[in-house]
Every structure is written in structure tokens, then in C-alpha cells.
């Protein structure tokens, strides 16, 4: 979700020309950045061992269950900025979450009138 914040106020709002995965990366960054010092800062107890810097090498060294979730979310993460690079894509993605016929003649014909 930061991602497509970045990458809409980066386009639309600064008009910036950067690409998506520029954006993801960005992204993915502060998330690991914000994340790591809110282990660090943390003072309720927990499993993990140490305190700090060392309770943030224990937790890495013994996550290795997380794994597979974080490949299946970088998966998705890579899939969503491969969506949004094709407008003809969104344009289906919008297509397919329209529920009424008029909806789905407006998306598929724009707004011209005859």
C-alpha cells in the first residue's frame, strides 16, 4: 500500500518520471527502516533474546518460517507494479469489479456520447 501511495504522489502530485520499481524499492525501504527500529525501541517482553540491535539478529536469524511468506509478498508486491505499469490492464481490473452492465459499457466505451 506505501508503494501505490509513493508511486500516485511521485507521478501526480511532484510529476515526477521515476519508475515503478524505483518506487517499490523506495518503498519496501522505509518499511524495513520503520520496522527495525520499532523492534529495536520495543520494551514489552517477548521470546526474542537480547535487547536492541540484538534482539533484531535474533529475530532475523530465527524467522526462517517467515520466509515463505515474505517471497509470496514480494511476489505480489512485483505483481501489483507490473498491473499498474499497463493501463490497459487497470482498465480490465476496473472492468472486472463492476457490478452493473451500464458500468461496464462506460469503462469499455469512455465517455463519448454519439
Same mark, same amino acid.
Given at each position: 500500500m506505501l508503494d501505490t501511495l509513493? &508511486? &500516485?504522489y511521485t507521478q501526480g502530485v511532484l510529476k515526477e518520471h521515476v519508475s515503478p520499481a524505483e518506487v517499490l524499492l523506495a518503498s519496501e525501504v522505509m518499511k524495513l527502516a520503520? $520496522? =527495525?527500529y520499532m523492534t529495536m525501541n520495543d520494551k514489552d517482553p517477548s521470546d526474542a533474546q537480547g535487547r536492541g540491535a540484538a534482539k533484531l539478529v535474533w529475530l532475523t536469524l530465527n524467522s526462517a518460517k517467515m520466509l515463505v511468506l515474505a517471497l509470496i509478498y @514480494?511476489?505480489?508486491n512485483? %505483481? +501489483?507494479?507490473?498491473? +499498474?505499469?499497463h493501463s @490497459? %490492464? /487497470? /482498465?480490465? !481490473? !476496473? %472492468? +472486472? /469489479? !463492476? &457490478?452493473?452492465p451500464s458500468q461496464c459499457y462506460l469503462l469499455l466505451n =469512455?465517455? &463519448? $456520447?454519439?
Open positions: 509513493l &508511486r &500516485r520503520f $520496522s =527495525g @514480494a511476489a505480489m512485483v %505483481l +501489483s507494479v507490473i498491473i +499498474s505499469a @490497459a %490492464l /487497470n /482498465n480490465l !481490473s !476496473s %472492468l +472486472s /469489479n !463492476s &457490478r452493473h =469512455g465517455s &463519448r $456520447s454519439y
